[in-house]
């Protein structure tokens, strides 16, 4: 029996021996298998570095929940099984916790808010989604994986894929041979090279079908034996003098074997990205998150555009457009507008540069962004809606934010959220809308520097 306050020193000896144990494990990723003294497999858990989140069981100071606590008190040893990432680690622990059903994940196993993986295989272009029902009507026929334990690491798992495999993540129901589809504009994932867009007719229902056989084979193989047929492949394209094909795979060889540069995120065509002006100094996805918890909304945000308003004692009013993605500036999708309805008015300036900008996007041939950031408050975010009234479709949340207060004021909501200072949300909002305003004062200078009376649209952004 246990001494009140004492530790026992034989348990202590135990543990301190597979805390040994643990430090001396390569420092890689992989999936770890707690058993108890007759082998059986009491809980697999995942680790972006083996001996750090091993080891962590087992040192005397941690803090460990009740349930943990009880489960490594049954700990006699722990196998491992180095995978060649933290995405394959993520797919190895939910197949073996299918398979094995240990006890101690068996919560995970029984409830239904875990996330899953769906891959809509019966559609003419299959999407792939997070979700916690794969049960809905919607993901009848599909092809499901799952369930997994956190919902944060699936989500980084699933954009680092969508890299390689460029399938699409939007709701569109998109059917080939659909005419509608020769006049549909593509997100901002098909010009960073994330998506094929096939809403557009972009690309081929059989080359579509192509790359979600290798996105789904390379969920169940290794690394090394999917780059072996990829590079087979390339050869063959390039043996049979198709050069475009030979070209594609070659990008798609290079994106897998870069899947663990989690930092640089240095694939091929991420020039645009300009990582030398980011201007969010925080946590890019950390940002993203905590602006999705305070707007409650149930998707990642991926694509947030800003707009703002600049004039001079009512002259050369002009009006910018700024897009981030993923939490970083993408200036190839920024827009400048002269404003031609009115002069000192931001109010009309407003809904003017948003009724130009979302035309598209209001009448169905284009997909709006995740959430569009009007700089100013109560009355700007008024003009903006007013604008999207007038369109056909509207979009899933526009808010604003408002200089001193710094007062977040969202669409259907009476009173304006108030962010703390160092809110990772807010710090997200005031990058975009600082940056959606340099943009419009910078574009305000040139026309007065120049005297520019002409009336252009739209000027495509230059990085300035």
């Given amino acids: 029996m246990d001494i009140p306050g004492q530790s026992d020193p034989s348990k202590d000896t135990h543990r301190s021996r597979l805390a040994q144990a643990a430090r001396a494990l390569p420092r890689a990723p992989g999936v770890y298998l707690m058993k108890d003294s007759d082998g059986t497999v009491l809980y697999v858990g995942k680790a972006a570095v083996l001996p750090q989140r091993v080891g962590s069981y087992f040192q005397a100071s941690a803090q460990l929940e009740a349930k943990t606590r009880q489960m490594v008190e049954l700990v006699a040893s722990f196998d491992v099984i180095e995978c060649e990432g933290e995405w394959e680690a993520l797919l190895m622990e939910s197949r073996l916790i299918k398979d094995i059903r240990p006890r101690f994940n068996i919560r995970l196993l029984d409830d239904k808010s875990f996330p899953y993986l769906a891959i809509t295989i019966r559609d003419d272009f299959p999407g792939v989604y997070i979700t916690r029902t794969p049960t809905d009507?919607?993901?009848?026929?599909?092809r499901v994986l799952g369930p997994f334990t956190s919902v944060s690491a699936l989500r980084e798992a699933h954009q680092l894929l969508q890299r390689v495999f460029r399938f699409r993540t939007?709701?569109?129901?998109?059917?080939?041979?659909?005419?509608?589809?020769?006049?549909?504009?593509?997100c901002l994932l098909h010009?960073?090279?994330?998506?094929?867009?096939?809403?557009?007719?972009?690309?081929?229902?059989?080359?579509?079908?192509?790359?979600?056989?290798?996105?789904?084979?390379?969920?169940?193989?290794?690394?090394?034996?999917?780059?072996?047929?990829?590079?087979?492949?390339?050869?063959?394209?390039?043996?049979?003098?198709?050069?475009?094909?030979?070209?594609?795979?070659?990008?798609?060889?290079?994106?897998?074997?870069?899947?663990?540069?989690?930092?640089?995120?240095?694939?091929?065509?991420?020039?645009?990205?300009?990582?030398?002006?980011t201007i969010f100094s925080g946590d890019?996805?950390?940002?993203?998150?905590?602006?999705?918890?305070?707007?409650?909304?149930?998707?990642?945000?991926?694509?947030?555009?800003?707009?703002?308003?600049?004039?001079?004692?009512?002259?050369?009013?002009?009006?910018?457009?700024?897009?981030?993605?993923?939490g970083r500036p993408f200036k190839d999708a920024y827009r400048r507008y002269r404003i031609r309805s009115v002069d000192n008015d931001d109010y009309m300036a407003i809904r003017e540069?948003?009724?130009?900008?979302?035309?598209?996007?209001?009448?169905?041939?284009?997909?709006?962004?995740?959430?569009?950031?009007?700089?100013?408050?109560?009355?700007?975010?008024?003009?903006?809606?007013?604008?999207?009234?007038?369109?056909?479709?509207?979009?899933?949340?526009?808010?604003?934010?408002?200089?001193?207060e710094e007062?977040?004021?969202?669409?259907?909501?009476?009173?304006?959220?108030k962010l703390g200072r160092e809110n990772l949300g807010l710090k997200l909002c005031q990058s975009i809308r600082d940056e959606a305003h340099r943009f419009a004062q910078h574009y305000h200078h040139i026309l007065r520097r120049k005297s520019m009376f002409d009336d252009p649209d739209v000027t495509r952004a230059r990085p300035g």
């Avoid at 007062?407 to 959220?417: C, M, S, T």
């Fill in 137 to 142: 009507e919607r993901f009848k026929g599909a």
């Fill in 170 to 186: 939007c709701e569109l129901e998109i059917k080939q041979d659909d005419p509608r589809n020769r006049f549909f504009r593509p």
């Fill in 191 to 277: 010009a960073i090279g994330q998506c094929t867009a096939p809403c557009a007719d972009r690309v081929t229902k059989e080359d579509y079908r192509v790359d979600i056989d290798r996105f789904l084979r390379f969920l169940t193989s290794k690394r090394t034996q999917m780059l072996s047929e990829l590079e087979r492949d390339m050869t063959a394209a390039s043996d049979e003098r198709d050069y475009e094909k030979a070209a594609v795979l070659r990008d798609q060889i290079k994106a897998i074997e870069r899947l663990d540069d989690r930092e640089k995120r240095s694939l091929d065509g991420e020039a645009d990205w300009q990582p030398e002006v």
């Fill in 284 to 326: 890019p996805s950390k940002g993203l998150q905590s602006l999705q918890k305070t707007l409650g909304l149930d998707e990642p945000i991926r694509c947030i555009e800003g707009i703002d308003i600049a004039h001079l004692a009512g002259n050369e009013t002009v009006g910018s457009k700024v897009c981030f993605i993923d």
């Fill in 353 to 404: 540069v948003v009724s130009r900008r979302y035309r598209d996007a209001g009448a169905g041939n284009e997909l709006y962004p995740d959430v569009v950031l009007i700089d100013g408050g109560l009355g700007q975010l008024h003009a903006a809606l007013e604008a999207f009234k007038e369109l056909e479709i509207h979009p899933p949340m526009v808010v604003s934010l408002a200089k001193k």
């Fill in 407 to 417: 007062l977040v004021h969202v669409q259907q909501r009476a009173d304006p959220i």
